[in-house]
């Protein structure tokens, strides 16, 4: 069973900085495009930050420059590394994946979420 395992959320003031991490586990052939999506109370799920396979990114206007979306494709992990970070910021936190499996069929998982809490 294919799975994505979340970590690094937390609370942090404003200005301060944050890393998540998102692994991949289980019987994978190959991961296309990876991604981090946020929600917050009474809001859609909007996308963050996503890096495709070849390396190219892509990231929500509101993040340009302050997050940085990477990735290890040795560990199947995707990082977002966060600074500036604003109160506006606040949110449930999912990490996304295309994933061929060793059926090579391609599924589209979400991670649990990580809550990022960011006040003074």
């Known amino acids: 069973q294919v799975q994505l395992v979340e970590s690094g959320g937390g609370l942090v003031q404003p200005g301060g900085s944050l890393r998540l991490s998102c692994a991949a586990s289980?019987?994978?052939?190959?991961?296309?495009?990876m991604g981090w999506y946020r929600q917050a109370p009474g809001n859609q799920r909007e996308l963050v930050a996503a890096?495709?396979?070849?390396?190219?990114?892509n990231y929500a206007d509101s993040v340009k420059g302050r997050f940085t979306i990477s990735r290890d494709n040795a560990k199947n992990t995707v990082y977002l590394q966060m600074i500036s970070l604003k109160p506006e910021d606040t949110a449930v936190y999912y990490c996304?994946?295309?994933?061929?499996?060793?059926?090579?069929?391609?599924?589209?998982?979400w991670g649990q979420g990580t809550q990022v809490t960011v006040s003074s």
């Open positions: 890096i495709h396979s070849g390396g190219s990114t």
């Open positions: 996304n994946a295309d994933i061929v499996n060793n059926d090579y069929r391609q599924i589209n998982l």
């Open positions: 289980g019987r994978i052939i190959s991961i296309q495009t």
